[in-house]
């Protein structure tokens, strides 16, 4: 399958513009259309990678981003956001529209992908093995997940891990990472090489951009992995690298109320989430250093071994 580095931009703009361009992430397929050409820009740079289709058949989301279709549009400089025909948010300063695409598909998958457990959390592989990655904002886990995804762990997600229901495997999206204010500093000296679609300035996060995710990834984004670890990592500055044991009680608790769909799902959705906690060791992990994290998590991945052995 053509990938979408293979167009030029000014043939994805015309794909984009007549509503026929659509991405492959994973398992979903999301019809695009919009005029914007920063639009155009920022998916011709983040999803390079990534397998398109010219006017498929079927789509999972078919979403349109460009101008408000009212008064709006002749008093400020605006994007609204439309997936399936409905208008889930209010418009956002039109300088925002690379990043509205971005929440906009998050809020997509979340809302409507019930055939997962689907937890606000990152997740990558290492080995056949999974690791989950929940956290609340401010907690260092897209900047931790970058650095693993840039550093030999593969990339699934970086915000919506996607749990097979019967299986409890975790499914892959390799959608670009969204980092914010200092991360983006930060990842930007860890790894200079990168590739960064736009900067957003003034949202509701403060600075924020989107790190495009490594090739390996998404070439391998159809290759689910069987979640062997939970960690909550927590950013401190200063701290030394810290990684204890945490009870499965607590963390049952945090999926359950950090699972979009728990509660749509109903018992299934408790009898997935229990599995999936049983069968994974489960940690908080402190840090402020990234090449220290980087030596605990490739530890847990070589079966959590001492030198000595």
């Known amino acids: 399958m053509d990938r979408v580095g293979d167009l030029s931009l000014s043939g994805l703009a015309a794909l984009l513009a007549d509503g026929r ?4 992430t994973g398992s979903l397929v999301s019809r695009i259309q919009s005029t914007l050409p920063d639009v155009a820009r920022s ?8 397998p398109y289709s010219a006017a498929p058949e079927f789509a999972d989301f078919h979403v349109e981003l460009g101008r408000p279709r009212n008064l709006r549009r002749w008093f400020s ?6 997936v399936d025909g409905e208008r889930p948010f209010e418009p956002l300063p039109r300088d925002q529209a690379p ?3 971005e929440w906009g598909l998050n809020w997509s998958i979340a809302a409507s992908c019930h055939q997962w457990l689907t937890i606000h959390a990152a997740s990558l592989e290492r080995n056949g093995q999974a690791v989950i990655l929940p956290a609340p904002p401010g907690s260092g886990k897209s900047t931790l997940c970058a650095a693993l995804a840039l550093r030999g762990w593969r990339l699934l997600t970086d915000e919506m891990s996607l749990i097979d229901l019967q299986t409890t495997a975790a499914y892959a999206l390799a959608r670009p990472i969204n980092l914010k204010n200092a991360s983006i500093d930060l990842i ?8 960064w679609g736009p900067e957003t300035y003034d949202t509701a996060k403060g600075r924020v951009t989107h790190l495009r995710p490594p090739a390996d990834s998404v070439d391998r984004m159809l290759e689910s992995a069987q979640p062997r670890w939970i960690v909550f990592p927590r950013y401190a500055t200063g701290a030394e690298p810290l990684l204890t044991p945490r009870g499965k009680a607590t963390t049952f608790i945090h999926f359950a109320r950090n699972a979009f769909n728990y509660s749509q799902l109903g018992a299934l959705g408790f009898e997935v989430a229990g599995r999936l906690v049983s069968q994974c060791d489960c940690y908080d992990f402190t840090y402020s250093r990234l090449d220290d994290a980087l030596e605990v998590f490739d530890w847990l991945a070589d079966g959590g071994k001492s030198d000595e052995n």
């Open 21 to 24: 361009f659509a991405v492959h």
């Open 43 to 50: 998916i011709h740079v983040l999803y390079a990678h990534h």
């Open 77 to 82: 400089r605006q994007a609204e956001f439309v």
């Open 99 to 101: 990043a509205f695409l």
């Open 188 to 195: 930007r000296s860890f790894a200079p090489a990168s590739v």
